[in-house]
């Protein structure tokens, strides 16, 4: 009696037959011509779909709701605009440029992705991660001279050379993304992976942190960049720990301890509050006050932030002779920026159901940085800090960077000279507490441990190398190390044995579901990888074992197969198409397979396999035509359709009939046991 329903097995060919083929490979002729014609037919509404497309204010404003969003935007937006003030100065600071440039990435780049992007939470700007990177390029190519006797108009040269640099790195970001997307290639971003994203910030935040300390003690150092930076600038400041400027040192503690408790409340309370305590702009306020009141700079020599022109930038090119030295960490600095605006973008879209456009994206973001350039702006991109505030605060559309924008524009505008005597140590005091979301990363280890040890490892390498070597090495080298576990995941993927469950149809791996059986004379196996050059040995090695199959050398140096001895007892029978032996009702317990000696027939479940190439699809015939020599009939089922056109292709059905290539593995196997029926019946065995 059959374990199986009677009925005939459906091959892949009968199901073609069936219920259609697929469409052959290759484009008809004049498909290209016909696509390119049809993109460059010009009509109103072809242009108005275009317009919405990619400038998709022109589709959300005309919908604007104003009852229930203005409120909600004009408040958000006035919030942000009042944390872009300070946080703008002060990341100025990292990246090495005077504090009014910071204002001018927080007011160029807001505006110009309210026109462009698609996230309607999203807040752009200066952010502490890219700021630290281009900081570390603009004191490699133009160092801060430590002269005392320097002139200011000295001093005025080299700002003006640090801001040329920062600008045209601006202006290359831009032009990077811009031909990302042309070319669309907003998928890039999907290789930053979230383990490698947040050990990636949480180490830059360590460098940030680091970097500050000079600036908390009023101490003049070099910056170090390169490899072991956080290493070098620790000695530095423990060797230069005697001259700390104890004033500067009481203004850092005091706003510490006014920042970090503010911070904590709005954190915990921020469904309660419906702004959050604006503390940083409270602090810049009454720390500038107070200096100016007690002349700390003149009498204590507290560094200040000194004059901010009043009025905007005029446009200029920047120092464009300096990109081809800059290239390389402008590169890192493009994807950083983009990776953590559009994993913003998508974290907030999803929670507030709506999509986002990764493609434009990258045009949104291109335009801000390279538009940006030509008004002294630094590299720009979504910011953690402000964009949660934008959300929390109400924020619903774009319209929020309008109101965010105007704030700006009026300390730009009007109020920029009264920041005259604000300390430097206040604003590294705001460029430590803003790193909080990025340090409590680090809370996410425990879970990431027990999801996945790989992802745990990803990060905590992508950590070592940042913190170790230098923020775009420490990425590179986590990107390297994720795609390596990848090829690693891949070459060394199990053959797995599977076994069926009882009265069923389902098949399951027997190492994992021990009451799970074998198909007496039936091996049937399942391999989840692809199969291509990187992996084809261990997948030969692996079928090999499980089939029983010894790869010996023959006189030509190609290597041959035979089935290894079992030294099994066997019934004389004779057994046409390599079938096994009758199989037994399921109600008569559950078979193995080593009480019925050789394996006769095999089926491997191709449904794990998700593609071959040239290379993987040659072995996999030869692995065929070595288990039909070693007297094994080895069948294939649940191919996919690319993964059987390339099987095809590579000249598959020379060497295995149709009726050896199934839909399913219950075909296979029902294929196979009707026709050990028709033989047990056409040749009863003979004992002797």
């Not at 001018?104 to 110009?112: D, E, I």
């Not at 069948?635 to 000249?651: D, F």
Request: net charge positive; proline share 6%; charged share 15%.
């Amino acid at each position: 009696m059959s374990l199986l329903a009677p009925g005939r097995a459906l091959t892949e060919q009968r199901f073609q037959q069936l219920y259609g083929a697929p469409e052959p490979r290759g484009r008809p002729a004049g498909t290209l011509r016909r696509r390119v014609a049809r993109g460059c037919r010009c009509s109103g509404a072809a242009a108005l779909r275009l317009l919405r497309r990619r400038l998709p204010i022109a589709a959300w404003l005309p919908g604007y709701r104003l009852g229930p969003w203005l409120l909600g935007d004009a408040l958000a937006g006035l919030t942000v605009g009042i944390v872009h003030i300070p946080q703008g100065m002060a990341f100025a600071l990292l990246a090495s440029v005077a504090p009014v440039y910071g204002l001018y990435t927080s007011f160029f780049p807001v505006l110009l992705y309210m026109l462009f992007g698609t996230g309607r939470h999203v807040s752009t700007g200066t952010f502490a991660v890219v700021s630290l990177m281009t900081g570390s390029v603009v004191e490699q190519l133009v160092p801060w001279p430590l002269e005392p006797n320097a002139t200011s108009v000295e001093l005025a040269w080299v700002e003006e050379r640090r801001i040329g640099v920062a600008a045209a790195m601006a202006f290359l970001v831009g032009l990077l993304m811009l031909v990302m997307f042309v070319v669309q290639l907003g998928f890039l971003a999907t290789y930053l992976s979230e383990p490698i994203v947040k050990a990636f910030t949480n180490g830059a935040a360590l460098h940030v942190l680091v970097s500050q300390l000079p600036s908390l003690l009023g101490l003049a150092l070099p910056r170090h960049t390169g490899s072991f930076t956080i290493f070098k600038t620790l000695a530095s400041v423990a060797q230069a720990l005697p001259r700390t400027n104890v004033a500067e040192l009481l203004i850092s503690a005091l706003c510490l301890a006014l920042l970090v408790p503010i911070k904590e409340i709005n954190m915990r309370f921020r469904s309660k509050l419906r702004t959050p305590i604006p503390g940083e702009i409270v602090v810049v306020l009454v720390a500038t006050g107070v200096c100016f009141a007690s002349s700390l700079d003149t009498r204590y020599d507290v560094q200040i932030v000194g004059h901010l022109p009043a009025g905007f930038p005029q446009p200029r090119l920047p120092a464009l002779q300096s990109l081809p030295q800059v290239l390389g960490d402008t590169v890192a600095i493009a994807f950083v920026a983009y990776a953590v605006s559009v994993s913003l973008a998508m974290i907030y879209a999803e929670k507030h159901s709506y999509t986002i456009n990764p493609n434009q994206e990258l045009l949104a973001h291109g335009v801000s940085n390279l538009v940006s350039s030509l008004f002294a702006c630094f590299p720009s991109s979504a910011t953690l800090a402000t964009t949660n505030i934008l959300e929390s605060a109400g924020g619903h559309t774009q319209l929020a960077g309008f109101f965010s924008g105007a704030v700006v524009l009026m300390v730009l505008v009007w109020l920029g000279p009264l920041f005259h005597f604000l300390p430097k140590a206040v604003l590294a005091c705001i460029n430590v507490t803003s790193l909080r979301q990025m340090v409590l990363q680090f809370w996410d280890l425990p879970e990431l441990w027990r999801i996945s040890r790989i992802d745990f490892a990803v990060w905590v390498v992508t950590w070592l190398a940042v913190v170790v070597l230098n923020v775009d090495m420490g990425l590179a080298v986590g990107v390297v190390f994720s795609m390596m576990t990848i090829i690693c995941r891949t070459q060394r993927a199990e053959c797995m044995v599977l076994g069926k469950a009882a009265n069923t149809e389902i098949y399951r791996p027997l190492q994992r579901h021990s009451k799970c059986f074998e198909i007496p004379g039936v091996k049937i196996m399942a391999y989840h990888a692809p199969i291509y050059y990187g992996n084809r040995d261990f997948f030969r090695e692996a079928l090999s074992q499980v089939l029983g199959l010894s790869w010996l050398k023959g006189s030509r140096g190609e290597k041959a197969p035979r089935p290894v001895e079992s030294g099994a007892k066997m019934s004389i029978s004779t057994v046409e198409n390599c079938a096994p032996s009758s199989v037994p009702d399921e109600g008569a317990g559950c078979p193995s397979s080593g009480a019925t000696g050789r394996i006769q027939a095999a089926i491997l479940d191709c449904s794990g396999i998700v593609f071959v190439d040239s290379a993987g699809a040659r072995l996999l015939i030869q692995m065929c035509v070595a288990c039909q020599k070693a007297g094994i009939c080895m069948n294939l089922a649940a191919c996919n359709g690319a993964v059987l056109e390339t099987l095809t292709s590579s000249g598959l059905g020379q060497h295995l009939s149709p009726q050896q290539v199934f839909v399913t593995v219950q075909d296979a196997l029902a294929y196979i046991t009707q026709t050990t029926e028709k033989v047990a019946e056409k040749n009863p065995p003979i004992w002797v």
